[in-house]
């Protein structure tokens, strides 16, 4: 029964080369833009953690306060909100920071023609949570509160999820692809599923030679496909380091999912054609 379902498919792919070689390519696209779109959702993993991780945000006390005001503000924020970090950086590590863009401003310190206001930096996971200080009589001023790496995780999260759902289309597109080829196949075929049927032949050996006509371009489409999203990211990833990102390489998680979708979905959606056409059959 097997050897008789792969002759008779691999006949009714001979009578249909052109249009096996098409269902093959067509096949090839959606999955292997199913794969890159999982392979660069699998890239933008480590950039989506960092829309959970903790912001800096600077803030700047009054220069009039003393030592002992300053730690005493310190101390009630610290207890006000245990969930912020607060450190204050030295006048020494604040002047070696601004240095970068100020070269004078050593000289100036050291020489007492400059005095800086004391830094505190707040370390939280909601840097919008610091704006409450900005009415506070003892700050001068309150840093930028809009975290780039927050920004960056979120940002990257969204195309996460936007490649995760395109993916599952493609992938669907491809069951429904296979699903309307081998219904076309079914109707260019039915006087002799017709005939087969009278003549007592099982449903099993019906759907044997479709299910290896779809089966075999299934699996061209899988190596087509693994070969493109290589090919395709292999280029990406010489674009990324360009840029100076981490380069991009396709999991091997993907290939398998690549090789199943191109073996399997397209045999699966024969399946449930043929399943279907029977039923309407016998109760027609």
Not at 156 to 169: F, N, T, Y
Not at 174 to 181: D, K
Not at 183 to 212: K, N, Q, S, W
Request: cysteine-free; hydrophobic content about 50%; glycine content about 8%.
């Amino acid at each position: 029964m097997i050897r008789h379902a792969v002759a008779e498919g691999w006949l009714l792919l001979r009578q249909r080369g052109a249009v096996s070689l098409v269902l093959a390519l067509a096949l090839a696209v959606p999955i292997s833009l199913a794969g890159m779109g999982l392979t660069i959702r699998h890239w933008l993993g480590p950039m989506v953690g960092l829309s959970g991780q903790s912001s800096t945000v600077a803030v700047l006390l009054h220069p009039r306060l003393d030592d002992r005001q300053r730690r005493k503000w310190i101390v009630d924020e610290a207890a006000a909100h245990p969930e912020w970090l607060i450190s204050e950086v030295s006048n020494e590590d604040l002047v070696n920071r601004l240095g970068r863009w100020f070269p004078y401003l050593d000289e100036l310190v050291t020489s007492g023609d400059a005095s800086l206001p004391p830094l505190i930096e707040i370390v939280t996971a909601v840097p919008e949570s610091v704006a409450i200080l900005e009415d506070r009589p003892e700050v001068l001023a309150v840093g930028p509160r809009s975290s780039i790496q927050q920004s960056l995780g979120r940002a990257s999260r969204h195309l996460a999820w936007a490649m995760g759902v395109l993916s599952a289309i493609l992938l669907a597109g491809a069951v429904l692809l296979a699903a309307v080829w081998v219904h076309l196949e079914l109707f260019r075929h039915a006087d002799e599923i017709t005939i087969m049927r009278l003549v007592g032949a099982t449903e099993r050996t019906i759907r044997g030679p479709f299910l290896v006509a779809v089966a075999i371009p299934g699996a061209v489409a899988a190596v087509l496909s693994i070969v493109s999203s290589m090919t395709a990211t292999s280029g990406l990833s010489r674009l990324t380091s360009d840029l100076g990102l981490s380069p991009i390489t396709v999991p091997p998680t993907v290939l398998v999912v690549q090789a199943a979708a191109g073996l399997v979905l397209p045999v699966v959606a024969a399946v449930l054609t043929l399943a279907r056409h029977a039923t309407d059959e016998l109760e027609g």
